[in-house]
């Protein structure tokens, strides 16, 4: 079964500081791996993506996540956060049950404070 | 706007009534979704329907009743729920096998 894991339930960083969040998976083949983050009472949003090919990939807002299998880990980074930034970040891995299913399984997410 | 509409934003209910969440997606995919985001814990898939026909139902208890009568409309029919089932209520749709999701902005359902 897939599975992931958000082991920061609550981050606070300063404005302009970098940031990275952390996340590992669990998933039986090469997983298709997301960051998604919603505001309050909003629905989520797509930060980037990872399929295949490049293991550093870019996202919308300066976010780039770096795809390391030997850590089965799928870190989301910014090299300097904005107030604008605060949310709660969700890290999700894809895959199929098997046929032409296609479901996302998310980890708990991380509460990010930016301070002024 | 991600081109999943959610309606309503927001429902109080009590626990006798009956209510439907509804959902609409303009972006030509073939699958939706519905998963429940409750306090403190992860987003729960509950449904998936693929071309209309339903192909998941993760262990959800019966008073929730999801429809879907084509590619781009996806309900959620509420009877007799509980308190506990208060939360927000999020629809997305994706194109099977291209991985990415789109999200509705939820509906905050709210049983008393």
Same mark, same amino acid.
């Given at each position: 079964a897939q599975s992931v894991?958000?082991?920061?339930?609550?981050?606070? +960083? #300063?404005?302009g500081a970098s940031l990275e969040l952390r996340c590992n998976y669990s998933y039986?083949?090469?997983?298709?791996?997301?960051?998604?983050?919603?505001?309050p009472g909003q629905g989520l949003q797509l930060l980037l993506k990872y399929f295949s090919g490049?293991?550093?990939?870019?996202?919308?807002?300066?976010?780039?996540?770096?795809?390391?299998?030997?850590?089965?880990?799928?870190?989301?980074?910014k090299p300097s956060v904005h107030w604008s930034?605060?949310?709660?970040?969700?890290?999700?891995?894809?895959?199929?049950?098997?046929g032409s299913n296609y479901k996302l399984t998310f980890g708990k997410g991380t509460l990010l404070t930016v301070n002024p | 706007? *991600?081109?999943?509409?959610?309606t309503p934003r927001h429902l109080v209910m009590g626990m006798t009534n009956k209510k439907s969440l509804k959902c609409e997606q303009h972006l030509g995919h073939n699958a939706m979704y519905w998963y429940k985001q409750s306090a403190?814990?992860?987003?729960?898939?509950?449904? +998936?329907?693929?071309?209309?026909?339903? *192909?998941?139902?993760?262990s959800?208890?019966?008073?929730?009743?999801?429809?879907?009568?084509? #590619?781009?409309?996806?309900?959620?029919?509420l009877h007799t729920l509980q308190p506990e089932d208060s939360a927000l209520y999020l629809c997305a749709s994706s194109q099977e096998g291209r991985g990415q999701a789109?999200?509705?902005?939820?509906?905050?359902? *709210? +049983?008393v």
């Open positions: 894991t958000q082991p920061d339930i609550h981050i606070t +960083v #300063s404005e039986g083949a090469t997983p298709y791996l997301f960051w998604y983050v919603q505001s490049d293991t550093l990939v870019q996202g919308i807002k300066g976010f780039e996540a770096e795809f390391k299998r030997s850590q089965s880990s799928f870190n989301l980074r930034d605060a949310a709660e970040y969700f890290c999700a891995v894809g895959g199929g049950s098997g | 706007e *991600t081109g999943v509409t959610q403190k814990k992860p987003l729960e898939l509950m449904f +998936v329907y693929n071309f209309k026909e339903q *192909t998941e139902n993760n959800v208890p019966s008073r929730f009743s999801p429809e879907c009568p084509n #590619s781009s409309h996806l309900f959620l029919h789109f999200f509705g902005q939820g509906t905050r359902l *709210t +049983v």
